[in-house]
């Protein structure tokens, strides 16, 4: 895909990395807030293939970092605490997830986030041939490998969702 103004972070990362993409895009429904399920029937994936990127904060550090899972799962917030070195973890707030990875909740992509937080991608997507992620904006997914995913975001991968 061409680098144009409309391009997001997301995109130009994957533009500039070269990475094999396909960009998917659909009419985000504003009075929808399930954001994950909405592209995953709008585009017609199977929810299991489709990721949500979730911001986490940590404790007691009060750090933030990123957990990728399945659309038809939760992150197991234990999980990912043990994974990421941390006590307990709990949902960042939508304004320090915004301000962390410069995009609005809906839209947030483990790609080209504006501060680059440790990502876990939850490990029962590795055997899939192709995932989708958020393309940095509501409406906006990018089909990638897995593989692809975690070497381009740098991700650690583990069991984080139930």
Do not use: W
């Not at 807030?33 to 979730?54: C, M, N, Q, R, W």
């Not at 990728?68 to 307990?88: C, E, I, T, W, Y």
């Not at 490990?123 to 692809?148: A, F, I, K, N, Y």
């Amino acid at each position: 895909m061409p680098v144009t103004d409309s391009a997001s972070a997301a995109t130009k990362i994957l533009a500039k990395t070269k990475i094999p993409h396909v960009l998917h895009s659909y009419d985000h429904d504003p009075s929808n807030h399930h954001f994950g399920d909405e592209g995953a029937t709008k585009l017609g994936f199977d929810p299991s293939i489709v990721l949500k990127t979730l911001v986490i904060e940590l404790a007691p550090s009060g750090t933030l970092a990123v957990a990728v899972v399945p659309v038809s799962r939760q992150v197991d917030l234990k999980a990912f605490a043990s994974v990421m070195g941390a006590k307990k973890a709990a949902m960042a707030t939508p304004a320090a997830a915004g301000c962390a990875t410069g995009y609005i909740v809906g839209g947030i992509s483990p790609l080209g986030q504006k501060k680059r937080l440790p990502i876990c991608i939850d490990e029962s997507v590795l055997g899939q041939p192709r995932v989708l992620v958020s393309g940095g904006r509501r409406g906006l997914s990018v089909e990638l490998s897995p593989s692809d995913l975690v070497t381009v975001t740098g991700a650690v991968t583990a069991k984080i969702a139930r």
